[in-house]
């Protein structure tokens, strides 16, 4: 009797019953069976794979990849997308153990002349010079100059950015406001103010506020610049704690906080642009590639109302940061010209006209080429937002970024290894005093100490 | 001799209008506490289930539609996102998957089942260390093995390999599945294995013949979970597979972008992807509701 008690089938089971288990196995042996088929087929002689940040520039060039296998026949390409932080994380953990993966990786102008120092990315200039119509000479110059290592470009942009500010100008003139050419931080905490109606779910201003250095790091760091203050003095010497960082700081979280997005401790790039396109923000300082969401109608409920202009400023003339998607060939592919192949075609002139023809002016990979803003159909399609794009992406000066002298560069980042590390520490206690969980001085104290604890490794040393 | 045909003297009266229902359905308590019991298991019920109807219901949406705030329920249904999904090529991602998932399944099942007879039917010496040594295994976190694991597979030669996965897969599920089926061994009552032995039966007799089909539910249910551990599993994807052997996780973070809206894609594949658990889930219910009920998640 009591062994009736465990539920379950007869002990003997007839033949006819095939349990779960052999079911199980049967269908493991075919899969088994499967793979070692496909284990066998193996792939061309050429193939190669790629490495990119999944987004929508991106996935154009892979819709676009068949005219690349008919430019160059035998050459196959693999892709592998993944969200950015994924792929900086992948990309830079094959890269720097010499992993092999990958034949062409698509890393930004933060890692490039680190990784060409490190002879982990090969030299694509002699290739640049070689190549005929490919023309480097066209890149921005600031773009070009943030991509290369004693002279040499070690990776080639495929699409360039600067950040600027979004505004509604239908919400401006309803409110009888008028947003300057240059406007200063000053005028534009106004603005929100002024736009703030939470009753009628639009916040007056949208900041990012979400921890990462890549996140709320990037558009707070030219705050800080252009208020004066500085990671860093020349010697190595951490300035978190002088009264501009902690004012140009305080200044960015009491903003967001009182005329910012409701939870802005939670968003980030992909947060400010689903609430700026649907209406629920009458202002947004971000990346400049934010354009081509804003005015796609197939997601954008603003398009045609948003004026932009520069990139608030305090103390100095300019401060929006230069960030550039580059492609670069591992010093480990074992297919370097095809992957050059792929490199250029991906970043040609060309290629701008086939992503026109074949998806629109609006779609082509901006702020790379001056060709490219010099283009009839592009300056017909982006009017409201070339000009103040191309303006930020020339006075962009990653090497002087800030009012007094600094031994790094880059203007949304510290162009240094272990600012990854140390950015994304210091924005978790930004984004805690964004959350109300801790005061703006509590936050600046510990990432004072993050700071000094890598500027201590440089000093009294030339790093630069 | 009558009394040991009789029924069990605990079985309890079928309710009146049980006559639709198999004989033997657990029976539903009556009256108002069993319609409130009900009612809650159902808002229970919809409570987990929710993110995941959100999340089907996101699918059949267009991008602008997917981000309105407040949210929206009445909508004109796109199928485009789940074009997206298969012109992007998600098939060879399914076949890593499946090869991942029932391979390291199958390894579990002919190491885990051996190793748990030994150390519950016929404890082996020190089986409690042994016990502690499967489950200390699972302690580490994986984020501290992955360099390591990285660079070894890339010495090797077996990055961006389905047998790493394999492997991995195998030994990452082994404790749990040794574990849980030892607790459905002990459930397994001596008496019966010391009948079929006193009948004749040889060792593998008895496993095959006595033990497996008593075991099935609990094997199902462990199957089940390790399944579902390899479908889901994206660490070790993401850090050692690129082309060749990226499992649906890894394609399917593909659809997250920082630079434009995503929700509408991300859910349309995460509803393909969590279509053929689903559907093992579904087929393997029964099973799976007595493996978890008689062993070791009681």
């Known amino acids: 009797m009591r062994g ?7 002990p003997w089971p007839g033949r006819e019953r095939r349990s779960p288990v052999a079911s199980l196995a049967a269908a493991a042996c075919a899969a088994l069976t499967l793979g070692g088929c496909a284990g066998a087929g193996g792939s061309g002689s050429d193939q190669l794979v790629v490495a990119i940040v999944a987004n929508p520039q991106m996935q154009d060039a ?29 990309i830079t953990a094959s890269v720097s153990t010499g992993g092999g993966e990958f034949d062409v990786v698509m890393i930004s102008n933060y890692e490039t002349a680190q990784w060409a120092e490190y002879g982990w990315i090969e030299n694509l200039q002699p290739h640049i010079d070689a190549t005929e119509g490919y023309r480097g000479e066209d890149f921005m110059p600031a773009i070009r100059d943030s991509l290369s290592y ?10 360039g950015e600067s950040s600027f500010l979004a505004y509604r100008e239908d919400l401006f003139e309803e409110a009888g406001l008028e947003m300057p050419e240059n406007p200063t931080w000053e005028e534009v905490a106004e603005f929100a103010a002024e736009l703030d109606d939470p009753d009628n779910g639009v916040s007056g201003i949208c900041l990012r506020g979400l921890p990462g250095w890549g996140e709320v790091m990037a558009p707070l760091n030219t705050v800080v610049n252009t208020f004066g203050g500085r990671w860093y003095d020349e010697e190595w010497r951490a300035r978190l704690d002088d009264p501009e960082f902690r004012s140009a700081v305080e200044f960015y979280v009491d903003l967001v906080r009182e005329h910012g997005q409701p939870g802005a401790a939670n968003s980030g790039y992909g947060d400010c642009l689903s609430r700026y396109s649907q209406g629920n923000a009458a202002m947004w300082y971000d990346a400049t590639a934010m354009v081509s969401s804003l005015e796609d109608p197939e997601s954008s409920a603003v398009v045609g109302k948003s004026g932009y202009v520069a990139a608030p400023v305090e103390r100095t003339d300019n401060s929006g940061w230069l960030y550039t998607w580059t492609l670069a060939v591992p010093a480990t592919s074992e297919h370097k010209d095809q992957a050059w192949d792929f490199v250029s075609w991906m970043t040609h002139p060309d290629y701008v006209s086939l992503v026109a023809e074949e998806f629109g002016w609006e779609r082509v990979p901006p702020g790379s080429r001056a060709s490219t803003f010099e283009a009839d159909g592009y300056q017909e399609v982006a009017g409201a937002y070339a000009e103040p794009m191309r303006q930020a992406i020339e006075s962009a000066d990653p090497n002087e970024p800030t009012v007094d002298p600094v031994p790094y560069s880059g203007i949304g980042f510290v162009g240094i290894p272990e600012f990854q590390d140390m950015g994304t520490r210091v924005s978790q206690q930004i984004s805690a005093a ?18 000094r604890a890598v500027g201590d490794t440089y000093q009294g040393e030339d790093r630069r | 001799m009558t009394a040991t045909h009789d029924r069990p003297a605990e079985r309890v009266p079928r309710p009146p209008r049980a006559a639709e229902r198999p004989a033997r359905r657990p029976l539903r308590p009556r009256g108002l506490s069993g319609t409130a019991l009900t ?15 959100w999340m089907v219901l996101t699918a059949f949406k267009r991008e602008a539609d997917a981000y309105t ?28 998957s499946l090869i991942a998932t029932l391979c390291s399944a199958a390894l579990v099942v002919l190491l885990g089942v051996p190793a748990a007879y030994a150390l519950s039917i016929a404890p082996v010496d020190r089986t409690r260390d042994v016990l502690f040594f499967f489950i200390s295994t699972k302690m580490l976190p994986v984020v501290a093995v992955i360099v390591p694991l990285y660079v070894a597979a890339g010495r090797l030669n077996v990055l961006d390999n389905i047998w790493t996965l394999v492997l991995l897969y195998t030994a990452m599920n082994l404790p749990i599945a040794v574990w849980m089926l030892r607790s459905f061994f002990l459930e397994v009552p001596t008496a019966v294995i010391e009948a079929a032995r006193v009948e004749g039966a040889s060792l593998p007799r008895v496993l095959r013949s006595v033990m497996l089909p008593m075991m099935a539910p609990g094997i199902a249910a462990t199957v089940l979970i390790c399944m579902i551990f390899s479908w889901n599993e994206f660490f070790f994807a993401v850090n050692l597979t690129a082309s060749q ?15 434009s809206l995503y929700w509408a894609q991300l859910s349309a594949a995460a509803t393909v992807v969590s279509l053929p658990i689903v559907v093992v889930g579904w087929l393997a219910q029964r099973q799976l509701v007595r493996g978890l009920s008689m062993g070791a998640v009681k």
């Open chain 1, 62 to 90: 892979i819709a676009l990849q068949d005219h690349f296998t008919e430019e160059f026949p035998g050459v196959d390409v693999e892709f592998v997308q993944l969200p950015e932080n994924e792929a900086r994380a992948k």
């Open chain 1, 4 to 10: 009736r008690d465990t539920p379950g089938p007869r």
């Open chain 2, 69 to 96: 705030d407040p949210p929206r329920l009445l909508f004109t249904p796109t199928l485009e996102r789940f074009a997206t999904v298969f012109d992007a090529g998600i098939l060879p991602h399914v076949g890593n």
């Open chain 1, 150 to 159: 004693e002279g040499d470009m070690y990776s080639v942009p495929f699409y």
């Open chain 2, 245 to 259: 052997a990226a499992t649906v996780p890894v394609f399917m973070v593909g659809f997250i972008t920082s630079e």
């Open chain 1, 434 to 451: 964004i959350a109300g969980q801790t005061s703006v001085e509590e936050a600046l104290e510990q990432s004072e100490r993050y700071a």
């Open chain 2, 39 to 53: 009612v809650l298991t159902w808002a229970v019920a919809l409570v987990f289930v929710s993110p995941a109807l």
